[in-house]
Nanobody
Framework: VQLQASGGGLVQAGDSLRLSCAASGRSFGTYVMGWFRQAPGREREFVAARDRSGGMTDYSESVKGRFTISRDNAKNTVYLHMNSLKPEDTGVYYC??????????????????WGNGTQVTVSS
């Protein structure tokens, strides 16, 4: 699967932003989809993931309660809705896909497919 992320930008603390990731290829609906981010000088970190039906969703502690991952299987698109943004949310955001949810693999970024990054900058 090929992934194309978009929607990043420069916002102020407290603002909201929605990222999109469009997937091409077959069987989008079977994939677990997720988001990672990488802040300057830091390693890439897991942000959120969701399976096809939404029966499984997972979030990092740092975004829980503020970010929501959703997907539209008919549009082959996954979204990351980000509310109450903080300066520490600044980074390049990547979407990712894998055919299975194995938490340790996802938490360490061991997933099958990566999209391009989209920059999110939150000013204080």
């Amino acid at each position: 699967v090929q992934l194309q992320a978009s929607g990043g930008g420069l916002v102020q603390a407290g603002d909201s932003l929605r990222l999109s990731c469009a997937a091409s290829g077959r069987s989008f609906g079977t994939y677990v989809m997720g988001w990672f981010r990488q802040a300057p000088g830091r390693e890439r970190e897991f942000v959120a993931a969701r399976d096809r039906s939404g029966g499984m969703t997972d979030y990092s502690e740092s975004v829980k309660g503020r970010f929501t991952i959703s997907r539209d299987n008919a549009k082959n698109t996954v979204y990351l809705h980000m509310n109450s943004l903080k300066p520490e949310d600044t980074g390049v955001y990547y979407c990712a896909a894998d055919d299975a949810w194995i938490s340790n693999r996802w938490y360490y970024g061991d997933v099958a497919s990566w999209g391009n990054g989209t920059q999110v900058t939150v000013s204080s």
